[in-house]
């Protein structure tokens, strides 16, 4: 976020976070992503709260990871699996990140259209939202936009699905206010 200090040196984060409440630890690569720069434990150390990003999804609200993803380090105690409740009605080669992934996990085609039992079915597989989710770490689903009465429907009815198999899951929307480079923080 551009209002929060970025550093790629985890030495800097005690006095960085002695400033500020939150602080991203991470450096830019040659192709402009943002990379881990510091070890989970180190950080945890110095922060109250580590929060790591396993796996991208190219700013499309859905997906299912590739063999190498997502990176969850083994000392993780919870993993937030998060969907946007946008991608409900579209179909998947429009809206879902590794499009043939999902049509795999679904067993559907590219031009099948999003329901909400197909997101809880993603967020909940082991193939899904669930890989590499150890036994002893917590497990959550966010579902995110809910910024209409539809998607909130869509949002709940989600969240049922989830609940059904034990799985917690929060509804959430940002305000106008915090769209457009603005954030929680």
């Known amino acids: 976020h551009p209002k929060l200090p970025l550093t790629g040196d985890p030495a800097a984060l005690p006095d960085l976070l002695a400033e500020h409440r939150v602080v991203t630890l991470g450096a830019y690569d ?12 180190a950080c945890l150390a110095v922060a109250d709260v580590v929060l790591i990003e396993a796996d991208g999804a190219k700013l499309r609200p859905l997906k299912a990871p590739a063999d190498h993803e997502p990176v969850i380090p083994p000392t993780c105690d919870a993993v ?11 179909p998947i080669e429009e809206t879902c990140h590794r499009p043939e992934r999902v049509c795999a996990l679904l067993g559907v085609s590219p031009d099948h259209r999003i329901t909400p039992t197909d997101v809880a079915a993603i967020l909940s597989s082991p193939a899904g939202g669930r890989k590499s989710v150890g036994q002893a770490m917590a ?39 915090e769209r457009g480079g603005l954030c929680l923080f």
């Open 30 to 41: 040659a192709r402009g992503k943002l990379t881990g720069a510091g070890d989970p434990a």
């Open 80 to 90: 937030l699996a998060a969907a946007g409740l946008d991608s409900v009605g579209k």
């Open 139 to 177: 497990f959550r689903c966010l579902l995110n936009k809910a910024d209409d009465p539809q998607r909130q429907a869509w949002g709940e009815a989600i969240g049922a699905l989830l609940a059904r198999q034990g799985i917690h899951s929060a509804i959430t929307y940002y305000t106008e206010e």
